[in-house]
């Protein structure tokens, strides 16, 4: 059964940084893509940072380009997301999810985990 666990949301004043981690089980982890996706109040999911299985490839969306990075850790089948210079538009619950390799669309293949609730203040 696939599991993923994201954590470590919180409230951050402006200007402020969270790292946020996916704890993913079930499935051969080094063998997917991870993203990492958020949906604000009112609004569509949507993507925010995905990495390869070898971790040499990433991808970000525009509007995080520069102050948020994505790792992981195969070894302990772990997805980060490191968010810096955050924004009150960060504000949004944020989710991980897997999704096939190799692949720029990062479309996400399993059921959605609970997310973290990130909440940037002005």
């Known amino acids: 059964q696939v599991q993923l666990v994201e954590s470590g949301g919180g409230l951050v004043q402006a200007g402020g940084s969270l790292r946020l981690s996916c704890a993913a089980s079930g499935f051969t982890f080094s063998s997917y893509a991870m993203g990492w996706y958020r949906q604000a109040p009112g609004k569509e999911r949507e993507f925010v940072a995905g990495?390869?299985?070898?971790?040499?490839?990433?991808y970000y969306a525009e509007s995080v380009k520069g102050r948020f990075t994505i790792s992981r850790d195969n070894a302990k089948n772990t997805v980060f997301l490191q968010m810096d210079s955050l924004k009150p538009d960060d504000t949004a619950v944020y989710y991980c999810?897997?999704?096939?390799?190799?692949?720029?669309?990062?479309?996400?293949?399993?059921?959605w985990g609970q997310g973290t609730q990130v909440a940037v203040s002005s």
């Open positions: 990495i390869y299985s070898g971790s040499s490839v990433t």
């Open positions: 999810n897997r999704a096939p390799n190799n692949s720029p669309l990062f479309r996400p293949i399993d059921y």
